[in-house]
C-alpha cells in the first residue's frame, strides 16, 4: 500500500550534503525572481510596496522557522532589549518628529 | 538628536499603503521584521512550552490546550492594535504633519514605532503564568530538545552524526592518490525514490 511516491534529490559536495524533494528544485528558479527584481530592478521597483513585502515576509517566515529560543527568561531579555530599542528609535532618533507643529489656520 | 544617517536599502520591512487604492500619495504604514521575529519567537516559545506541558500531562497528540500561545498571541496583537491607534490619536491632533510624516516613514530605512509590543508579551507571560499558578515551574522551564544532543555529542560524536537526517547516501571515498585531481570537490547528484513516511 506504501508506494514510493517521494523523489528526493541529493547534491553532494565533498563532505556537504543537500536533499531536496523535486518540486523544490524546481521551484527555486521561480522564487528567485523577487529578489531579482528587487536587485536589478529599477528603483521604481523597490518603493513597490510588494516586492517588498514578499521579501520581508519570506524572511520573516525563514528567520521564525530557524530560530528558537530556549526558556524564557532569554525571551524576556530579548523583549525588554526590543523594548528599549524602540524607546530609543522613537524618543532618540529624528525619524519619528516630536508631536508638537505650528497650527495651521484657515486662510479667512 | 541622533541623526541616522545610513540608508539601508534592504526589504527589512513590512509596507501597507495608507490610501485604499494602493496608491503611493498617502505613504505607508512601516513594520520592522525586528518587531516580527523576536515576539514571534517568543510566541513560538510559548506553543512549545504548551506542548511540552500536553507531553508531560500524555495527551500531546492533537489538540492540546494552548492558554500560553493563545495570551502570547492576543498580546502582540493587542500591543499591535495599540501602537496603530497611538498614531491615528497623535496624528489627528496634528494635522499639519500627516503627509510630511508619512512621506518621512516611506523614505527611510527604519520602521513604524512599535513600543507597546514588548511589554505586551512579557506582561501575557507572567499574567498567564500566575493565573495558573505556575509561575516558577514556567520561568525555570528549559527547552530540553537542546540538552540529549549536547550530552550525546560529548559523549559520543559518531552517534551524533548518525543521528542528524536525512540520511545521505553512501560517501564516496575519493581516491587519495596526492594529486590535485583528488582535491576537486565532487558534485554528486542522485536521486533517490522513498516511501512517502506516515501522513503527518
Redesign the interface.
Known sequence: M??????????????H?L?LRMPSLLLIPCGAIPSLI?SFGPSQA??S?L???V???S??FN??SL???????T??I???G??L???W??F??????P??????FAPG | ????ATNL?V???????KSLT?A?ENG?TMLG??????????V??AL??DQHRAEVRGDAHKGFAKPYFYAALSAYFLGLCTTMIVMHT?RA?????LY??CV???N?P??G???P???A??LS?VITATIRGERGE??????GE?EPEATAAVTDARANSARSS?R??Q?PVAPSNGGLLSRI????????????STPS
Open positions: 506504501a508506494r514510493a511516491v517521494a523523489h528526493q534529490i541529493y547534491l553532494t559536495i565533498d563532505m550534503t536533499s528587487y523597490r518603493k510596496a516586492v517588498t513585502d521579501l520581508a515576509l524572511l520573516a528567520a521564525l530560530l528558537t529560543l530556549d526558556s524564557f527568561k525571551g524576556c530579548l523583549l525588554s526590543l523594548f530599542y524602540d524607546v528609535w522613537v532618540g532618533t529624528e525619524v519619528v518628529r508631536f508638537i507643529a505650528p497650527r495651521r | 538628536m541622533v541623526k541616522v536599502d526589504p527589512i520591512k513590512i509596507l501597507w499603503s494602493f503611493t505607508f521584521l525586528g518587531d516580527i521575529v523576536v515576539p514571534g519567537m517568543f513560538a516559545l512549545r512550552y497623535f491632533a496634528q494635522p499639519a504633519l510630511l510624516r518621512r516613514y516611506h527611510f527604519g520602521h514605532p512599535d513600543i509590543d514588548s511589554p508579551c512579557i507571560f514556567a520561568w525555570n522551564w528549559h527547552d537542546a536525512p545521505p547516501p560517501q570537490p565532487r558534485i554528486r547528484w542522485e536521486t533517490r525514490v522513498q516511501p512517502r
